[in-house]
DNA sequence: CTTAGTGCAAAACATTTGCAAACCA
DNA sequence: TGGTTTGCAAATGTTTTGCACTAAG
């Protein structure tokens, strides 16, 4: 698993362990240090965020931004197609993960339609535009 | 225009002539500020912020969260079905607007795959979760 | 006049960094 | 043991707030 060099560490392994326990949630970095010094164990939030940057830079987890002040954080799933997916309450701020196979276009819309009112979207698009990739090559 | 109880103050004005004058950029607060005060303007920081939160809440301006650190504002486009679709090139941070009647889905593809490279992507939904729904009702 | 609006400085907040101490391999 | 990793505290960068002063209507 970390066999790149990195080393297992009990703050590494608390991370984790705390993500995975957690994988319906979006977390950020505060609530993760509260869970980990709850269970006993000794971490700095310098820490907590340093072994996030890592996790994310191996991909083991997920960056999710719902622009409400901080960064957050959950278990990437390899098997989705559609990571970047989600609905969010304005209301409570909750964030759901829609399934893959709801997506097809149809399911989609009735799944918006039926089990969530939605009253506004963001698309973002990332990637090359003609300029850089005119520069690059 | 502000006849709504909202005085028409000097740096209201400039923040707006500096938003109109650059409308096809994604202006953060401190690129205003300066701009403003280029002109020979007086204002400060916390004018800015307070000026763009009123234009934001007459919907005279529109938020871009890129997640680069700081929050973006340009006027809004009333006539844009699409305002919340943008182009944001990961390799020199810039973003485009997409124009609404190049959306209908096959030219949307086709523009994607012509003129910009997409290597990601996330879409956002925002609105009222069932729970939600419930509670309120 | 009168009160909304302003500038300044300080506060708030999430995140990052420097550095000596601690720890994994 | 040696180079990573850690915790702490300080620094950072953006945004917000308190308060006395200014100016729009």
Redesign the pocket.
């Known amino acids: 698993m ?1 066999n790149n ?8 392994i608390a ?1 984790l362990e705390v993500l995975a326990e957690n994988s319906g949630e979006h977390l ?3 609530v993760i240090l509260q869970i980990v010094l709850s269970k006993g ?14 996790l994310k830079r191996l991909k083991f987890i997920t960056i999710i931004y719902l622009n409400d ?4 954080y959950k278990l990437s799933d390899p098997n989705s197609k559609y990571e970047h997916y989600y609905l969010i309450c304005e209301c409570c701020g909750n964030v759901l993960d829609i399934e893959g196979d709801l997506l097809d276009s149809l399911e989609k819309q009735l799944f918006l339609k039926n089990r969530f009112r939605v009253s506004n979207h963001r698309v973002k698009h990332f990637g090359i535009c003609e300029k850089c990739m005119d520069e690059q090559y």
């Not at 060099?5 to 590494?12: A, N």
């Not at 002040?69 to 957050?72: D, E, F, L, N």
């Open positions: 970390k060099s990195y080393k297992l560490t009990g703050q590494r991370v950020n970095a505060d164990h000794r971490i700095g939030m310098a820490t907590v965020y340093r072994t996030l940057t890592l002040g901080c960064i957050r």
